[in-house]
């Protein structure tokens, strides 16, 4: 396959950067997406040209290191995978491909098709924990689960924080990450005692990070790799009201650490 | 109290108060087409100009009606607010057009609000503002018998400027005196143009309502299973079709009217 590359090329973060298009030749339609701009890449460094900048760690679709905006969608145009499941037989021989990275204020970019994606992290420490006592080991299933809590909590656990929601949002809002990680704690028993606490820190976190608004578009839910569904969103919001309205507990102060 | 004005700051808190005016506004259309059906009844408008007549004089419905004219700013005002957000989010845009799945009214609220609100301004300003605060709607006299029920209309000119309306009772007829805005209607509707800028803000609302309804739902995360999908079924069928569709056929009924004349 003979494809043209079209990529953002930028020095840093304090850099303004471009479009750049390069040409892919030789590539084995069973070569998966990173492949193929590694081989690009290969060509770049023999003659002589820094070489395309862009995230990657496990190649097996469950780290979320991998991103890129490829043709208009996040991780390309396939349904529930990352970039790195992606292969070149998605494509056509001749085709030309945009590649973008993630567009949100609180990604900046790095380098290139790498952003910083921190802003998930510190979302994460504000609450995304559960307490968990010292002592004895206590026996594994001693607490009783229903089997679709427990299912539900773990499709929300799935969430591989890539960003791909805030990428394809039109308003770069990550609230269908940040429900996935206040549903997965907030559905079971241990993560009961943070639960309203929770919901209202990294609810915080979020918007000061930077993030846009959801307008329930579910673009989000159409192009998360790990199929998260619009319905966390719904039960973070519930929580959230609940906690914000109606509980009389204390109300977090949002300094991020547990008692 | 910086509790709660931290709340409504929050992006959920300024959602949610999308969503609760935004659901107001829902049941208010419902109530509107609902009184405005008068305007089918063949009646010389006694129906319809009494309905008027009982809502800018019955002081509960007053102060609902400004509750209502404030949810419109408040769910217009918030909208602009949260769009103005979300575009910061998104300083640097993507140069390859999005192809991510998601319905054509849920990415065009925006526009399709303001057409509303621009909508919303004409029409206030049409029958709303005359009829208050100006004399140019005329006013009718019914007098119905009231053992025969036989009624005879004619135009009515009061003496008196600040004369609004009247209903009294001689032998066995019943003399009603009220402001024509069904005239009003008549008149207006038989401009085509005008006719055309209701059904566009018609065909604007069912695109606004059927993401927007359960939108709201959404947000305000009542969202199950079971549930779910009878409120997309009411968002899209009555909401989306029969509401907008039913306030659409009044100025095109009486465009037709008028030029069978």
């Known amino acids: 396959m003979n494809l043209t590359l079209k990529v953002w090329r930028q020095k840093d973060a304090n850099s303004s950067g471009k479009m750049v298009s390069y040409k892919a030749e030789n590539i084995s339609p069973d070569m998966s997406f990173l492949e193929m701009l590694d081989v690009v890449n290969e060509s770049l460094i023999h003659k002589g040209d820094e070489p395309i900048h862009f995230d990657h760690d496990c190649r097996e679709g469950i780290c979320g290191m991998c991103s890129l905006y490829i043709n208009g969608r996040p991780h390309g145009p396939k349904r529930a995978i990352t970039t790195c499941q992606l292969h070149m037989r998605s494509f056509h021989d001749g085709e030309t491909i945009t590649i973008e990275p993630w567009r949100a204020a609180a990604f900046p970019v790095i380098k290139d098709l790498a952003v910083d994606r921190s802003a998930f992290d510190r979302i994460q420490q504000a609450g995304g924990y559960v307490s968990v006592n010292t002592g004895g080991v206590p026996d594994a299933n001693i607490i009783p ?8 909590a773990f499709n929300s656990a799935t969430c591989i924080g890539c960003g791909a929601c805030v990428a394809a949002c039109k308003n770069a809002s990550a609230m269908l990450f940040v429900s996935a990680k206040v549903s997965q704690l907030g559905m079971l028993p241990q993560g009961q005692p943070e639960r309203w606490s929770r919901v209202q820190s990294m609810v915080a976190q979020m918007d000061e990070e930077g993030f846009g608004n959801c307008t329930n578009t579910g673009a989000c839910e159409a192009e998360c790799p790990k199929e998260i569904t619009l319905t966390n969103i719904s039960r973070m919001n519930n ?11 204390k109300v977090h102060d949002h300094s991020g650490g547990g008692e | 109290m910086s509790e709660i004005k931290q709340t409504f700051n929050s992006s959920l808190g300024k959602k949610l108060i999308m969503a609760l005016t935004g659901l107001f506004l829902c049941t208010f259309i419902i109530v509107h087409l609902g009184g405005n059906l008068f305007l089918f009844k063949d009646d010389q408008g006694y129906g319809f ?24 700013i408040v769910h217009a005002f ?11 989010s998104r300083p640097v845009a993507y140069a390859s057009q999005s192809k991510s799945p998601a319905s054509w009214s849920s990415k065009n609220m925006g526009l399709l609000g303001s057409i509303l609100l621009l909508f919303i301004v004409i029409h206030m300003g049409d029958f709303w503002y005359k009829y208050k605060f100006t004399d140019t709607v005329g006013f009718k006299e019914y007098r119905t018998n009231v053992l025969t029920n036989q009624r005879t209309v004619a135009d009515f ?59 709201a739902f959404q947000t305000l995360g009542w969202t199950h299973r079971k549930y779910t999908p009878v409120v997309k079924f009411i968002g899209t069928w009555f909401f989306a079709v029969i509401i907008p569709l039913g306030f659409a056929l009044m100025p095109v009924v009486y465009f037709f009217q008028s030029i069978s004349k």
């Not at chain 2, 918030?78 to 910061?88: D, E, Q, V």
């Open chain 2, 157 to 215: 000119k009061p003496v008196d400027p600040t004369f609004e309306h009247s209903v009294t009772t001689v032998n066995d007829e019943e003399i009603v005196r009220v402001k024509d805005l069904h005239a009003k209607v008549a008149t207006t509707f038989s401009c085509w143009w005008y006719v055309l800028i209701y059904v566009i803000a018609m065909v604007s609302l069912s695109f606004h309502l059927v993401h927007g309804f359960q939108s």
């Open chain 2, 78 to 88: 918030y909208a602009l607010i949260l769009t103005l957000s979300n575009k910061k």
């Open chain 1, 145 to 152: 689960i229903p089997k679709v809590i427990a299912d539900e």
């Open chain 1, 239 to 249: 929580d959230f009201f609940s906690a914000k309205l109606f509980r009389e507990e």
């Open chain 2, 49 to 72: 100009n009494v309905y008027a007549n009982f809502l800018t004089h019955f002081p509960p419905i007053e102060v609902i009606a400004y509750l209502l004219y404030l949810a419109i």
